[in-house]
């Protein structure tokens, strides 16, 4: 028979038939039985759905817009922000070998003294941070950075997010805000310098983008938001408040730019918080507000020139205020005042509560400490107190900073701190109930209260014989004229210092 006929006999025809129907049986059993295909109750089920095409045309349209802004502001950005390598020499005195010491170095010699080559050696390491263009003053460009990355440099190179790299020198630092600034000149006009914005309409939520050169990788972006603000406690005793971000900061980010979505450096990138010493969403920066001035100090006199009030605050909690008659205020406690400081000759005493200054509500100690120290010397400054339950306003002509006359205690009155005597107090250091007065808690060295005998743990029970049992008491009787004595408690027995008169 030909293939033709083979091809279209009914034997085969009714094979295949038989065929078709099996594997179409056992399709619509497997689709049957694994549910493919089948709708969920209540669903509407499609063949086919473009992802794209199921995202709201909206939505979709307003991430690409974000998506573009971060793009645009790292764009701008990146080039204003640079690498900062560093050499620092220190010097170590050579170690000594096993032998070097009396007597037997004087009888038999050194014999590991080299010759005599063991004088003082010079060390040298390496660090790397980050840096912000802020200024550019003719063909020298300005870069802000952290005193930790380059306060102690010998050696300063500056690179760009190009490539290019720079000798740089150091212009001025300052460790209390922990802040340098260097310079370079690479006869570039180019060179883009940095928008500062405004760091005090900051709040929390705002996005930010925290950028630099972490573990040395050049010019790395991240994102996040302002976790916080005014977070005090920064390393080194840091007297900034800070910007808390959950941007990732590592190693190598110290001295580099926060940005708002709008590109405007708010914040330097200083520390975090941190069990491993990577990031852990715990980074801080230094508000740019904080650094303004500091900018122009380091520029105009080398260094940052800072306000001098002349007092010694003290932090207060509520039983203590309460104790002093100052209630559930606002502000920070003046606990001693240095004589002949600008607060002194202004009429400001020991025991004074400051709630405003130059019409800002003063919210605490911190914040009064960077306040007064960005006051310009010999200006007045108009300070709002609260004093024996009373309000008063006070003028003060502030001056510059003088470390040699702010550390000077032997002019800060009275110099000591007392707290109320509480039944904790006199449990923990077993002071009889009735003992009347106030526990001085700290006695400061070279004071007036040191040199006329006090001591931490005494017991103050008067001032000039007249008995003090809280701390309006105490402060109301020490701000009076005359000489002052104080009579105390201490092991049980009554004592009286000698007399001070200031």
Not at 135 to 151: D, E, F, Q
Not at 169 to 186: C, H, Q, T
Request: hydrophobic share 40%; net charge neutral.
């Amino acid at each position: 028979m030909s293939m033709q006929k083979k091809l279209f006999s009914k034997n085969l025809f009714v094979f295949n038939l038989v065929a078709l129907g099996v594997i179409f049986g056992f399709v619509i059993a497997f689709a049957y039985f694994t549910g493919f295909g089948r709708a969920l109750p209540g669903k509407k089920a499609y063949a086919q759905e473009s992802t794209a095409a199921a995202m709201d045309a909206s939505s979709y349209a307003q991430a690409q817009a974000l998506q573009n802004v971060f793009r645009q502001v790292s764009k701008n950005v990146l080039p204003v922000v640079v690498e900062i390598n560093v050499t620092e020499t220190t010097t170590q005195n050579a170690p000594q070998g096993q032998g070097n010491e009396f007597p037997w170095n004087y009888f038999f010699g050194n014999p590991n003294d080299n010759g005599g080559n063991n004088a003082p050696q010079q060390r040298q390491s390496h660090g790397l941070g980050s840096g912000v263009i802020v200024r550019k003053i003719g063909s020298t460009y300005y870069v802000l950075t952290n005193n930790h990355v380059a306060g102690n440099a010998s050696d300063i190179k500056i690179q760009l997010n190009d490539g290019r790299e720079f000798t740089a020198k150091l212009v001025g630092k300052d460790d209390r805000k922990d802040v340098a600034l260097v310079s370079f000149e690479p006869k570039d006009d180019s060179i883009p310098v940095a928008i500062l914005g405004d760091s005090n309409v900051l709040q929390v939520g705002d996005i930010t983008l925290a950028v630099g050169n972490p573990f040395g990788f050049v010019s790395s972006v991240t994102m996040g938001i302002v976790s916080a603000l005014q977070r005090n406690g920064g390393p080194d005793n840091n007297i900034n408040d800070f910007i808390q971000t959950d941007a990732s900061i590592n190693q190598g980010n110290s001295g580099g730019a926060l940005v708002n979505i709008r590109g405007e450096v708010i914040g330097i990138n200083t520390w975090i918080a941190s069990p491993t010493g990577g990031s852990i969403g715990l980074g801080f920066a230094i508000p740019i507000n904080n650094l303004k001035k500091a900018i122009d100090d380091f520029i105009n006199k080398g260094k940052v020139q800072y306000g001098w009030l002349g007092v010694s605050l003290s932090d207060a909690d509520k039983d203590f205020l309460k104790d002093a008659g100052i209630g559930d205020k606002s502000g920070a406690f003046v606990s001693q005042v240095f004589i002949d400081s600008p607060a002194d000759k202004g009429g400001m005493l020991p025991g004074d509560f400051v709630t405003r200054l130059n019409g800002h509500d003063v919210k605490d100690t911190n914040e009064l400490v960077r306040l007064v120290g960005d006051l310009p010397a010999g200006k007045d400054a108009a300070f709002s107190i609260t004093r024996d339950g009373k309000s008063v306003d006070l003028n003060v002509r502030i001056e510059a900073r003088d470390d040699k006359i702010a550390t000077n205690n032997a002019k800060l009155w009275p110099g000591t701190i007392v707290v109320p005597l509480t039944d904790e107090i006199r449990k923990q250091f077993d002071i009889a109930s009735d003992v009347k007065g106030l526990y001085v808690a700290q006695v400061s060295d070279k004071t007036p209260a040191s040199s006329m005998g006090l001591r931490d743990g005494d017991v103050v029970t008067k001032v000039n014989d007249k008995a003090v049992s809280n701390i309006r008491d105490f402060y109301k009787a020490i701000n009076t004229k005359g000489s002052k004595t104080f009579t105390f408690e201490r092991n049980g027995s009554e004592l009286t210092t000698t007399a001070f008169r200031h």
